[in-house]
Structures are given as C-alpha cells and as structure tokens.
C-alpha cells in the first residue's frame, strides 16, 4: 500500500505549506490546473522551494500509486445493456460497437484516475458535493481524455492525454443517462485541457452517466445528435 505523504508538515520536513498550497501542487502535477492557475503556480516554483520539494514529492507519490495499486474497474452491468439500447440512438449501427469491440476495450480500461485523485480525499475533511472521475477512450487508446466532475456546480474538467481530430472534422463531446438521448457537452478544441458544463437535468444521477466522444463535420452536428463514427466512450466513478 502506497502511503499518502504526510498532511502533517512540509515536504522533507521542511516549513508546513498551507493545505490549498498541497493542494494545488498535487493538481499541477496531475495536470487538472486552469491555464491561467498552471502559469501563476509555475511562477511561485520559482521563488519557494518548499513548493519545489512539496511537487518532486507528489511526482513520486502518483508514479508509486500508478505502479503498484491501480486494478482495472469493470463497467456496471447495467452499463453495456443501456448503451445498446439507447446511446446515441443508432441501432442500425449496433454492429459497428461490436465489430469495433468499443466494450471490451471499456471493460478493460484501467481507472487510473481513481488512484491518482485520491489525494482530494486526504486534503479536505468535508466534501461539499460529489467529485467523480472518469476515463473516456478508444479501444487501442488513440483517443483518451481523463474527465473530474464536481457536483457542486455541474463542471466537468477535462485533460486529453492522446488523440486529435481528423482533418476538416471536429470531435464533439455527449453524455446521457439511462433511458434518455444524448446531449451535447460541446466541441472538444485544440487545447490539451478544457472545461464544460453538465446540462442541469442530468447533474441527478451523475455515475449513471454514458459519456461518449464522436467524429462530426466542421461546427458540430447539425442534428443534435452523433452523426459521425462514435471515437470514444467512458462514464464517471465516485472518489
């Protein structure tokens, strides 16, 4: 078991940094910083190095947990009977998500997400609102985006670690829940991270979710709905 480093006291027993400094420390090495936090934060390592030391001790931290303690987490049962029936509504293309083996690539991923963003529950003694974390992804991994979604105000944050749109394409990001037709979170940019809003009515049940990425022409879908290859799909897991 891998040990959470010491909130008790800065790193290499060093000064005590405040837990928000930890905090965002754990977030910049995670790679979960807005642009403007990630610069700002980048300037400080500069000056402190207690926040140096307190960085090289969550690099170490979060490579240890991905080592030695990330399990691969299957889907819920009920996931793969609810995608087939009702994401995105395209039956006539359930042999597409077979021949693709989209599922056995999600009953394989690996959560890792869920390990490294653990820390959150080591450095806040209340949690206002749900924190969930997912993975969105292809099959062979050419499309991956790690996603945290704060309950508190429907944010979903989101880092692409792989994958790009196709020329003159753009890949658009949807969710549903069970039962209900996909909506659209928005097209995903040319920036590595991003941050979108989850539509008031499926903010409920948001471990229900299916989350799913697909290929749409310039502007989006001119339908409301995935008119394109569907490239990725994932849900959200509770911290």
């Known amino acids: 078991m891998t040990d959470t480093p010491d909130t008790d006291r800065g790193s290499v027993g060093g000064p005590r940094l405040s837990e928000e400094d930890r905090a965002l420390a ?29 960085v090289a001790m969550w690099q170490a931290h979060f490579g240890e947990v991905a080592e ?26 359930v042999s597409f998500w077979r021949a693709a083996g989209l599922w056995q690539g999600l009953a394989a991923l690996s959560f890792g997400a869920v390990g490294v963003m653990g820390y959150l529950l080591t450095t806040q003694q209340e949690m206002p609102a749900p924190l969930l974390v997912g993975e969105i ?15 508190a105000d429907g944010t979903l944050r989101i880092t692409r670690t792989d994958g790009v749109s196709r020329p003159g394409r753009v890949l658009e990001l949807w969710a549903h829940g069970p039962d209900d037709p996909p909506q659209s979170l928005g097209l995903l940019d040319a920036s590595a991270q991003g ?14 979710l299916i989350l799913g990425i697909s290929d749409e022409p310039a502007g989006g879908s001119p339908t409301g709905r995935p008119t394109g290859e569907i490239m990725a799909i994932g849900s959200l897991a509770d911290l």
Not at 68 to 93: D, G, Y
Not at 195 to 207: G, I, M, Q, T, Y
């Open 26 to 54: 754990a977030e910049y090495v995670l790679r979960l910083l807005e642009p403007a936090e990630h610069a700002d934060f980048e300037q400080r390592l500069g000056f402190s190095r207690e926040l140096r030391d307190e």
């Open 137 to 151: 992804s292809a099959q062979d991994d050419s499309l991956r985006l790690l996603v945290l979604y704060d309950g």
């Open 68 to 93: 030695t303690e990330v399990q691969p987490i299957a889907p819920r049962p009920q996931a793969k009977a609810t995608l087939m029936r009702s994401l995105f509504e395209v039956e006539k293309k």
């Open 195 to 208: 941050v979108v809003k989850v539509p008031p009515a499926l903010r409920n049940s948001p471990s229900d």
